[in-house]
Nanobody, 120 residues
Framework: EVQLVESGGGLVQAGGSLRLSCAAS????????IGWVRQAPVKEREGVSC????????NYADSVKGRFTLSTDNAKNTVYLQMNSLKPEDTAVYYC?????????????WGQGTQVTVSS
């Protein structure tokens, strides 16, 4: 059974940084794709970043390129999202998600989410 547990959210001032963690279990990183998706109030869900276990490629939404970095620690089965230069528009619930086909095309497992709030 795939399980994803996020942590690291919180309140930060604009320009600050946060690092989100996603502790994963029940699957092999190399076979799956794992990423971060965010949901802000009255906005559509947005894919933030994803790493494909099949391709070994990491992609980023244009809105976060140059500011956010996704990384993995396979020994710990943990995925991180380092978020720098945060903006108020980054405020959202951030979800860790897995695509069991491994291509960052469609997530079929989700964590419970962690709130990130960026004050201006």
């Amino acid at each position: 059974e795939v399980q994803l547990v996020e942590s690291g959210g919180g309140l930060v001032q604009a320009g600050g940084s946060l690092r989100l963690s996603c502790a994963a279990s029940g699957f092999i990183f190399d076979d799956y794709a794992i990423g971060w998706v965010r949901q802000a109030p009255v906005k559509e869900r947005e894919g933030v970043s994803c790493i494909s276990g099949r391709h070994g490629i990491t992609n980023y939404a244009d809105s976060v390129k140059g500011r956010f970095t996704l990384s993995t620690d396979n020994a710990k089965n943990t995925v991180y999202l380092q978020m720098n230069s945060l903006k108020p528009e980054d405020t959202a619930v951030y979800y860790c998600a897995v695509d069991s086909l491994g291509y960052c095309l469609g997530y079929n497992h989700w964590g419970q989410g962690t709130q990130v709030t960026v004050s201006s």
